[in-house]
């Protein structure tokens, strides 16, 4: 994984997490049985790219040490993290939990790191490339699973919201890419900007929907004096919304399933009384009826669970106790699920000196990338495009646990050291400060 990261493409590592991430899913194993043990092996694979990378960094900062604020705290935070491990350990408290959630946190400052530190190449043209193989391949799964959703698969392998977050986060590349006068990026921009807005409106939530579309706005007045760039996405976004009325006059897949659940529409569409119940004998797959109930349901499971979460900090505050799913009764089965909020969860999972510690991390991150240079106002479009990009993926952590997502978290990282590359000036990317620890042949 380490050689594909170097030789080939960032992209590899996206589609190699989907993939293991749908077949360790609950949905693909009701469907095809697999055995625990494949599961298990499912989840090692899973979560090996990321033990990969924090191996990577490692032996890269034995070799040659970057003096920085952000390496400094990486190094405390996997310090205190250990010291943690092995006092929970002697204590017979959980460490399991922790552990997965912790792998995808340090291998993902890992790769930030990698790449700030020029290991992985990321420049324009190779970043472009990458997020068009990347929003296509998810548009891609997507549409095939808005199309069988419901009729041969329950559930999608891969969970909607964190995929469909994924392409609002790539959102901003799309926009930004039509004013580069390429006539074929241009158009491929516009295609994919279409399909991931018509994804966002029917394979989403509610929470997602909104803040995709606050993205969106944002996006439209930052280019609202660039005329061409503005029409084009107004365009882009008038496609999606004939192509999800399509879909909905068509009745494909979930989509009125969706749309039923998410905005209580289709009125018009699908048969309804005086009094909104749904009028026996129209074909819509999925009955609209229970889509009405579910974002009730979801909201007051949600609800419980961060209940459920805060006791969990409650029991210790300053330190944490590992404790991350807990029990929800749906009636019908019980869950074991977490508390879908990302502050919450690094507080159980680390404590307040844990939480404190990312909190800074991520400060450190933003002020490597440039972000509170005063100068680096004068790029206001791509500061702007950190705030909304930041915004919407920690508004999305309001929700669910963004931090420690396999997929929606490396893709910020990824965006965020892009920004910072088109924000600072070259003499300024590189790390001034090196400390050797071993002698090597060469420097990196």
Known sequence: MVQCLKKYSISILFIYLSIFVALGSTSLHEQLRFSDGARQIFAILLYLPFLLLILWKIVSDLKCF???????????????????????????????????????????????????????????????????????????????????????????????????????????????????????????????????VALMLVCSSRAVVLLGLGVLTGLFLMYIMSKPVALKTLVSVGCALVLVASMAVLNVGIVRYSLVREFNALSAIIPMDDA?????????????????????????????????????????????????????????????????????????????????????LLLAILRQCGFFRKECIKNWRIWASIILVSLYYFAFGMVQPSVFNTLVCPVFFVAITYYGDLLLPVQDREPKKIFRLLKTGKDS
Not at 145 to 172: A, H, M
Request: aromatic share 14%.
């Open 66 to 196: 970057h003096i920085s604020g952000f390496n400094i705290l990486y190094y405390l935070f996997g310090v205190y993290y250990v010291a943690l491990t092995v006092y929970r350990f002697c204590t017979d408290a959980e460490i399991k939990e922790s552990f997965y959630y912790s792998v995808v946190l340090f291998g993902v400052l890992a790769l930030y790191a990698l790449m700030t530190e020029r290991k992985l190449k990321l420049d324009r043209d190779h970043f472009q490339k990458n997020f068009f193989i990347i929003a296509g391949y998810f548009i891609a799964i997507k549409l095939i699973f808005t199309f069988i959703e419901g009729r041969l698969v329950g559930n999608p392998p891969i969970n909607n919201l964190y995929s469909t977050s994924l392409l609002v986060i790539l959102l901003p590349f799309m926009v930004d890419t039509m004013k580069q006068g390429n006539s074929r990026k241009e158009k491929i921009s516009c295609l994919l900007l279409s399909l991931s």
């Open 276 to 360: 909104g119940a749904i009028i026996p004998g129209e074909d819509t797959t999925l009955d609209p009826s229970e889509a009405l109930d579910q974002i009730g349901r979801s909201d007051a499971m949600r609800s419980e669970l961060m209940k459920q979460g805060i006791a969990e900090v409650w029991k210790n505050p300053i330190f944490g106790t590992g404790n991350l799913y807990y029990t929800y009764d749906l009636g019908y089965k019980t869950m074991e699920q977490t508390a879908h909020n990302f502050i919450i969860e690094s507080l159980v999972c680390y404590g307040i000196v844990g939480t404190v510690m990312i909190a800074l």
